[in-house]
């Protein structure tokens, strides 16, 4: 692998006596979707909430390129080039959205020159085009995920976190959401962790996943690969469900 | 900037004409000139009597207060019960200027508003950085705390006997000019942190603290920001009032009254709109003018049923009010009323 | 030495009543995530109730703590289903409440001026000036009468949210308001019950409060920001906590007198510079953020 665009090494959170994080390593390669799996409670937020700056970790580095950026505030991490998207998603509710896009784009990286245009872009780029002067409340759960998606990408980040934007939505909209999500990697070059639990979307997106459990990474490697692992079946199924497939050909 | 490939589901992108934040829009740059034409035609063709003039005068201050709470109290949702604090800084450190050299009252007025700012940011920044109604709270305590010790350091304020200005001749005449300045800044400096990009990131972070963080805006310093520009308003209208009256005492200027009524302007007029808070305290004067003046044992009471009655039937005001009339007529469109929603109504949850 | 003990003294028995004060505020917010601040106007209204009650039929003021706290119960129930009730919940029903209690706080702020004047009350009673002696150091009956009947209130509290029915409902729907209504619990009920008992609460504390200091009908603003304190400082709802919270605020308002040159004016001030420090350091309470735990 080339020099990773973003690096976390043994990052660690605990909040009192629970390790909501427990030490975990993770590299991200340039234009790269790395697929992060696990159990509900497993640390996958929380790693996310690490990476992005919304909470600073209890241990461990984030690099960004030679960069450290764990430990900056949410807002220094966007303005780095890290930006994440939230499982429940969170519209400004008091603005359209077109303004809602606008302000990723105003106070991104690059500022309020052109922000408009640079929003409406993005806004036609996810399908949101026709929505502009509507109101978050107005717009159907895909709609607000690709809203989501818009905001965050108006900030011009160079590596973005998509926390479920899939899960959730119907099996149509699904489609579409995986499909523009290939399209953001392939014509912005962004390099994409994503956290889902829909595993065919991850099998298919995901040139590599990564497993947690109880905070630790458990495994790691092509899709294909992981959910053979003994380790990740016991993680998801219970120890005795790992063991049978194992018994089977003895 | 890449080509973007079309959704295949996005139909052809229709977007609104015009700027979705116009920058002062045509009407309200009219309708500013010509308000600020008439206050200033009206001394001369109507010849008005001392009382009338002193009235508007104060109306001026008074607009001028309301406008800055609402910058912090609307636009950002974070209420604040002790902005008399704010107001009485300025108005006793621009005095002692006054009293200590020789300059022009505008220099002393700005000093004051720009102590009453710092003042702000003092206790203001550390509870504004934490989400809900710490600061709310600790205003209460700010508000009080400020007039206990400045009545008690009499060195500064003069104690409960006060402190008297020095008086030029005609100094109220100009005064009035001064105040009509002060208001028409006041507006302008209220549209611009509403519809510029800044007002936008203001919305935002009212709407959901965190997310606008993670679109990459620094809440705390935004809301600081904020903070010293509404202590600094305050300030400067504080030590007007101070050079208006050419005496004051702390009781008056960091009384407990001027804070309800920065809070009750806006609240009457409209909080997080730019209009609202002009008509409140419009309103407000005229109340207390007519109502309060003959019945002073009620004014308290008289504020807290207005409060009540105003938060549950219609928490916009006189706003609210126009605006449920404007959608009945198609006039006022709905995203305009959601900008002015106290924080976060229309926030999405699953 | 001696002198710090009874300063440590004094601070234990002040403790008690600003424990008892704050709890109330807390229960509120930790159940229905709204700051009363209607709280210091009911405090101002139990002191002047319990006064009344003293001054036209000879009640003593302990005893009138039963008649003044249902009544406050009753005025927080009304006050809840009439008002609070009407508005939004979440960050949108933050604002709105404040300033809608706050209206409250006014209305209650005003009676009081029109029945009572703006003058300074005391209630003293046959034994407000005797005093108990303790190791040569003498200690006010009414102090130590305040202090262990906060500490019953507090006992009382405790046992009503461990052990009953309703205080089981409380503690869940202050966790998880959505799933409670899954299960069949009254939510807006318990909401009620919730606003009267921490409305009731503020009453006694404010009894209590008059028995020891003279109050005007702006007694409370200082109270409520002292119960605040308690409450960030404390947790909410935790019982262990807001005694420890009410302490330590006590404790570092008499001790500021051993500060050479303190004025005594500041004091006013004590609390709320404590607030700001632990809102610094400790922005989720000197215990953790444990609801109702």
Aim: aromatic share 10%.
């Amino acid at each position: 692998m080339t020099a990773p665009i973003l690096r976390a090494e043994q990052v660690a959170k605990r909040f009192g006596g629970l390790k909501a994080v427990d030490n975990v390593d993770l590299q991200l390669a340039e234009h790269e979707i790395l697929g992060v799996i696990g159990p509900n409670g497993a640390g996958k937020t929380t790693l996310f909430s690490l990476i992005a700056g919304s909470i600073p970790p209890t241990a461990g580095t984030v690099h960004l390129g030679d960069r450290v950026i764990s430990g900056l505030p949410a807002h220094r991490a966007v303005h780095a080039g890290v930006v994440r998207t939230h499982q429940i998603v969170r519209p400004f509710g008091n603005l359209t959205v077109l303004e809602n896009v606008m302000v990723g784009a105003i106070y991104g990286k690059r500022g309020p020159a052109g922000a408009r245009e640079r929003a409406i872009e993005v806004m036609e780029f996810v399908g949101l085009g026709d929505r502009a002067s509507a109101l978050p409340a107005n717009l159907t759960l895909a709609g607000r995920k690709r809203l989501e998606l818009a905001r965050a990408l108006a900030t011009e980040p160079r590596v973005l976190l998509l926390d479920e934007v899939i899960a959730g939505v119907n099996p149509a909209e699904a489609q579409q959401m995986a499909e523009l999500i290939r399209s953001v990697r392939k014509s912005r070059g962004l390099s994409i962790i994503m956290i889902e639990h829909v595993m065919p979307a991850v099998m298919a997106l995901s040139d590599r996943v990564i497993v947690l459990d109880a905070g630790k990474k458990i495994s790691e490697g092509k899709p294909q690969e992981v959910v053979r692992d003994p380790k990740v079946i016991a993680a998801y199924l219970g120890e005795s469900a790992a063991k049978a497939p194992a018994e089977k050909p003895a | 900037m890449t080509v973007s490939p079309r959704e295949p589901a996005a139909a052809k992108p229709r977007v609104p004409r015009g700027p979705v934040l116009p920058w002062v829009s045509r009407q309200a740059l009219v309708g500013l000139v010509v308000v600020v034409a008439l206050a200033a035609a009206w001394p001369a063709l109507l010849h008005p009597s001392a009382y009338q003039k002193n009235l508007v005068t104060l109306t001026f201050l008074y607009i001028c207060t309301a406008l800055a709470w609402n910058w912090l109290g609307g636009y950002l949702g974070q209420v604040s019960f002790g902005h008399s604090a704010m107001f009485g800084v300025g108005g006793f450190v621009s005095a002692r200027i006054l009293l200590s050299v020789h300059v022009p009252f505008a220099w002393a007025w700005i000093g004051g508003g720009i102590v009453a700012g710092l003042y702000a940011l003092l206790w203001g920044h550390p509870t504004l950085r934490l989400r809900g109604p710490y600061f709310s709270i600790a205003t209460i305590g700010v508000g009080e705390a400020s007039r206990l010790v400045f009545t008690y350091w009499e060195w500064f304020t003069g104690g409960s006997s006060g402190l008297s200005l020095p008086i030029e001749s005609g100094l109220k005449a100009r005064l009035y000019w001064w105040g009509l300045g002060l208001l028409a800044i006041m507006v302008c400096a209220s549209y611009a942190l509403r519809k510029s990009s800044l007002g936008l990131g203001l919305l935002a972070i009212k709407s959901d603290v965190e997310a606008a963080a993670d679109v990459g805006i620094s809440p705390t310093f935004y809301q600081d920001l904020v903070l010293f520009l509404s202590g600094l308003a305050v300030g400067v209208t504080g030590a007007f009032y101070a050079s208006y009256f050419s005496y004051i005492e702390p009781g008056d200027m960091f009384g407990f009254v001027q804070s309800i009524s920065f809070v009750l302007m806006s609240v009457i007029g409209g909080v997080g709109t730019i209009v609202g808070p002009v008509l409140g305290a419009i309103v407000f004067v005229v109340l207390r003018e007519s109502l309060i003046a003959s019945y002073p044992q009620l004014y308290l009471g008289l504020y807290g049923i207005l409060l009540v009655v105003i938060i549950l039937f219609e928490p916009l005001g006189l706003m609210g009010l126009f605006f449920r009339i404007g959608k009945l007529t198609g006039l006022v469109r709905p995203q305009v009323v959601a900008k002015a929603a106290p924080g976060g109504t229309g926030a999405v949850r699953e | 030495m001696q002198h710090f003990a009874e300063l440590f003294i004094a601070s234990v028995l002040l403790a008690g009543l600003y424990a008892a004060m704050a709890f109330g505020l807390g229960l509120i917010y930790g159940v229905l995530r709204i700051v009363n601040l209607a709280h210091g106007g009911v405090i101002m209204a139990g002191a002047y109730a319990g006064w009344w009650l003293y001054e036209t039929v000879g009640l003593d003021p302990y005893l009138s703590l039963i008649p003044v706290a249902a009544a406050a119960f009753l005025f927080g129930v009304v006050i809840y289903r009439l008002l609070v009730r009407r508005l939004p919940r979440g960050a949108a029903g933050g604002v709105q409440s404040l300033l809608l209690l706050f209206g409250v706080w006014l209305i209650l702020r005003n009676i009081a001026y029109l029945l009572f004047t703006g003058n300074d009350q005391t209630l003293r009673t046959s034994y407000s000036t005797k005093a108990l002696s303790l190791a040569n150091a003498s200690i006010s009956v009414n102090r130590v009468a305040v202090f262990f009947i906060a500490l019953a209130i507090l006992l009382f509290l405790h046992l009503l949210l461990r052990k009953t029915y309703l205080g089981k409902a409380i503690r869940a729907v202050a966790q998880n308001p959505d799933s409670c209504t899954l299960v069949g619990i009254p939510i807006e009920r318990i909401y009620a019950l919730t606003f009267g008992i921490g409305t009731a609460l503020a009453a006694a504390g404010g009894l209590l409060g008059a028995t020891l200091f003279p109050f005007s009908p702006s007694f409370g603003s200082a109270e409520l920001l002292k119960s605040f304190v308690v409450v960030v400082l404390g947790g909410l709802g935790s019982i262990a906590g807001t005694a420890i919270a009410a302490l330590i605020l006590a404790m570092v308002e008499i001790f500021s007198i051993l500060i050479p040159g303190f004025p005594v004016y500041l004091t006013a001030a004590v609390g709320f510079v404590l607030l700001v420090l632990v809102l610094v350091l400790r922005p989720g309470g000197l215990f953790g953020q444990r609801v109702l735990g």
